[in-house]
């Protein structure tokens, strides 16, 4: 009679642990979430990119500004269809809330992994330390794919490690592919390829070819092309496959080999993984070196499991040529277990709290608390309208800092993790209510947008110069506003007939002598640059 009743009081103590997470995630990533306006290049593209679907009732085919858009498949949009339909329309709210759900499936699938391979305890602590490092906390904040592919892919790899390792039914492979066939759907066929590469590469490592056998392949190519296979073959069909080809060849391969923007070199991620990971960061280094030696360590299968799972994302990312931070967001469970592993054994007494974990944790705290305190310093200097906003984020960073080395020289893990925890969660709420609506006033064409709509009438074409970020699109609620490259466009436009107006920053308008001064009808500042709309009249040719 004992073992059932063991058995219920560890599924109800790690129910309980997942339902916390649950709350701590959403208010984490929910709190203040609508609060500002989009901010270019990707936010105000997806909400344009939903608004269009949403208003012409269309779910199959994404456009942007009356373009395809093969960018990124359709399931985000899918989420924020379904969120403007429950809340009434597409804002800033429904079009981010996706990436805060993501979030929050992210920090799950974490505590589940670690709750299965290690302890629950240690996937607790993994959990909270990957909902609060600084690259999750941005990205469940903000309106991108990224986080909702992780929890996808995280959901993937749980169930697919499970059926590696025998520790759930053999059906439960079969979960794998729906997932992959999702995360597909999200993100492209990088939802296929690293759950691929990991899992293959794990029987490839341990030489098991009966694991093979395990992940009944035959099933899952079937529940793959029915979950993912049907959007894919009707968007191809509506758009005589122009769709297709442009995400495989443009999207993947030129992507992958040709750099598509954002080429950077093959060390750049060690540059922006450390910053990505803060503030946990600082445990990293005390933590290798308190497993050491390594090497009799990862004889175990389920220990290999995980740095395997690190270098596939990690290797796999940095022979490409597109490199961006967010794109090793994927790899973030396996350091997050980690360090989780490594707190739980500090709280437990099995590692010793040895002078490197005490000088590093010491010196990091200690210079948080010193950016706190020269942050309002620095900026009644030098940025004075920025005074309040910096102090309430400088504030919790002065706190934090002293009360953290306190707690390191006093021998107390737990509470050291629960401050660092704190600290994150603090400065999420004062960035929101403070520094967010400082910066809006740099990053937001509201503002400009709203002055456009009342002076351009309706149906009078509006153009803009050299800028692709659809942010006056969704602003100013027109499904199209074409873009004029460059000055011999506008000299071709001066010619029709027609009257129209013109969107063109301050610097670009001082290059163009066509376009005369006072033609401007109305100007925002905003940030660094100056907006315009110019006044064209209609000329015979």
């Excluded at 492209?188 to 009944?216: H, Q, Y």
């Excluded at 027609?498 to 301050?506: G, P, T, W």
Aim: net charge positive; charged share 15%.
């Amino acid at each position: 009679m004992s073992r059932p009743k063991s058995i219920n009081s560890k599924l109800y103590s790690s129910l309980r642990s997942c339902l916390y997470l649950i709350g701590f995630a959403s208010g984490l990533f929910l709190f203040g979430l609508g609060s500002r306006d989009f901010w270019a290049p990707v936010e105000p593209r997806y909400a344009e990119i939903a608004r269009v679907m949403f208003l012409k009732g269309q779910w199959l085919v994404p456009t942007v500004n009356g373009d395809l858009y093969t960018d990124k498949p359709i399931f985000y949009f899918w989420l924020v269809l379904l969120g403007a339909k429950l809340f009434g329309g597409v804002t800033e709210w429904t079009v981010r809330l996706p990436a805060a759900f993501g979030g929050v499936g992210f920090v799950v699938t974490t505590f589940l992994i670690g709750r299965d391979f290690f302890s629950a305890r240690s996937g607790f602590m993994a959990a909270v330390v990957l909902a609060t490092s600084m690259r999750v906390l941005w990205e469940a904040r903000w309106a991108h794919v990224d986080t909702v592919f992780c929890a996808l892919f995280g959901f993937a790899l749980y169930f697919g490690a499970r059926a590696l390792f025998g520790k759930g039914r053999p059906s439960e492979i079969l979960l794998v592919y729906l997932f992959v066939a999702l995360a597909t759907l999200t993100k492209g066929l990088i939802g296929v390829v690293l759950p691929g590469l990991i899992l293959g590469g794990f029987i490839l490592v341990r030489r098991d070819w009966s694991l093979i056998a395990r992940l009944k392949l035959h099933w899952g190519a079937l529940i793959f092309f029915i979950v993912a296979g049907p959007w894919f073959y009707v968007v191809s069909q509506l758009t005589h496959g122009r769709w297709l080809a442009d995400f495989i060849y443009i999207h993947h391969i030129q992507r992958y080999t040709a750099g598509a923007g954002h080429r950077q070199p093959s060390y750049y991620y060690l540059t922006t993984l450390p910053l990505d990971f803060l503030p946990w960061t600082i445990f990293t280094i005390p933590a290798l070196l308190a497993y050491r030696p390594l090497r009799s360590r990862l004889a175990d299968p389920v220990v290999q499991f995980f740095p395997l799972w690190f270098s596939t994302v990690f290797l796999f990312f940095s022979l490409s040529d597109t490199k961006r931070d967010l794109y090793l967001l994927p790899l973030f469970p396996s350091i997050a277990l980690f360090i989780g592993v490594y707190l739980d054994d500090l709280i437990r007494g099995r590692v010793a709290q040895d002078l490197l974990y005490k000088w590093s944790a010491s010196c990091s705290f200690g210079l948080i608390a010193v950016a706190g305190l020269c942050a309002p310093v620095t900026a009644w200097f030098y940025y004075r309208d920025a005074w309040t906003a910096v102090v309430s984020v400088s504030i919790p960073l002065l706190i934090a800092g002293v009360v953290g080395v306190v707690y390191v020289c006093r021998s107390r893990p737990l509470n050291v993790a629960a401050v660092t925890a704190a600290l994150m969660v603090v400065t999420v709420i004062c960035t929101s209510i403070w520094l967010m609506p400082y910066l809006e006033g740099f990053k937001s064409p509201r503002w400009f947008s709203n002055q456009v709509r009342k002076v351009v009438p309706p149906g009078t074409p509006v153009y803009i110069y050299a800028d692709t970020m659809n942010d006056f699109n969704y602003y100013m609620g027109r499904e199209i506003i074409p873009v004029v490259p460059n000055a011999s466009a506008v000299d071709r436009l001066l010619k029709t007939k027609q009257d129209s107006y013109l969107i063109i920053k301050d610097r670009d308008h001082t290059r163009l002598p066509q376009l005369p001064r006072e033609w401007v009808v109305t100007s925002e500042a905003n940030g660094n640059a100056v907006w315009h709309l110019v006044q064209l009249r209609g000329r015979s040719s």
